[in-house]
């Protein structure tokens, strides 16, 4: 079987594919028009997030057998075409999980601390102890949307807290020894904290809106390491004007292009992100709340074990 390799990736991924025997191409630069005119040369494929898998590629892949995408989502993937013809998609939330579980701690801990402003501000020769004053996550109730990969890892880690930790999920019976599974209603009627851990579907583009917000019987904290379509931005930033969302951990945000990168030029800035960059309230990162040094190897780990499980 023939492999095209469209984003680097941990070399063990080249490396052990090709001790199981299997032709490797790599091509990282070629436009898509490109790709597409040598695609049906191959049996597989392994991509990050470079372009988009649409229809007209799918078509021309005459003779793909699988999709291998090295991370959590597939939402860059035409998934129901792809199924449609019989093509195996491979993704690998397992090999980021635990990165996700603690930068989504790391986030909630700094916001409750205040760590970023009160770095900012000793390094600039201001020591406001009051100012600074933390709160403690003890005795909080923490809220997951998404019980998946991602939010059990968070749950997890928060083992070590004496809190409460309660999911919703589509599905059923997901909950677990870490986490208490509850309605929607009821998890809007008790969290002090929101964290997000749910895929990019038409159920969860700008889940997070006003009305959604504004449900919250208590004022609380917003997490999203998940995706950024899932918030509508402008509405979060009322929220954290008016004080019902009483701070933000931001991963990702809605204003992300499919490769996540070159947001958009200052001149065309969104009021909203503006507001988000210069509030005390928020804490932001670029989408890397999956990438460690760790994750990309394990990423490329779980795609050769699955191609491995499935065509060896």
């Not at 680097?8 to 199981?20: A, E, I, K, Y």
């Not at 049996?43 to 057998?65: Q, V």
């Not at 929101?194 to 504004?214: A, G, V, W």
Request: net charge positive; with cysteine.
């Amino acid at each position: 079987m023939k492999i095209l390799h469209l984003d680097t990736n941990h070399p063990l991924l080249l490396n052990q594919l090709n001790d199981l025997g299997f032709i490797n191409d790599e091509d990282y630069t070629s436009s898509k028009e490109v790709v597409e005119a040598k695609i049906h040369l191959y049996d597989g494929f392994i991509i990050r997030s470079r372009f988009k898998i649409d229809k007209n590629f799918l078509d021309k892949a005459t003779n793909l057998k699988f999709i291998g995408r090295v991370g959590a989502g597939l939402e860059n993937i035409d998934c129901d075409y792809a199924l449609s013809k019989n093509i195996h998609l491979i993704a690998a939330p397992e090999g980021n999980r635990n990165a996700v579980g603690e930068h989504a701690l790391g986030m909630l801990l700094s916001l409750f601390n205040k760590l970023n402003t009160a770095d900012k501000e000793v390094r600039n020769g201001k020591w406001l102890r009051e100012k600074n004053r933390g709160i403690e996550l003890d005795g909080k109730t923490v809220g997951l949307i998404g019980y998946g990969n991602m939010g059990k890892s968070f749950a997890k880690k928060l083992r070590g807290f004496d809190v409460q930790v309660i999911c919703y999920d589509i599905k059923p019976g997901v909950g677990d020894e870490n986490c208490t599974q509850v309605s929607l209603s009821e998890l809007q009627s008790k969290a002090d904290v929101l964290s997000l851990h749910t895929p990019q579907t038409n159920l969860t583009k700008q889940m997070i809106n006003i009305d959604f917000i504004n449900n919250f019987r208590n004022n609380f904290w917003l997490i999203n390491t998940a995706r950024g379509s899932a918030v509508v931005t402008k509405d979060l930033v009322s929220a954290l004007k008016s004080g019902k969302v009483l701070g933000a951990g931001l991963d990702v945000l809605e204003y992300e292009k499919t490769s996540f990168e070159n947001l958009f030029s200052d001149h065309k800035m969104p009021k909203a992100f503006n507001y988000l960059i210069n509030s005390e309230k928020v804490l932001l990162s670029p989408h890397v709340a999956g990438w460690t040094i760790e994750s990309k190897e394990k990423l490329a780990q779980t795609i050769v074990n699955k191609i491995k499980v499935k065509f060896c």
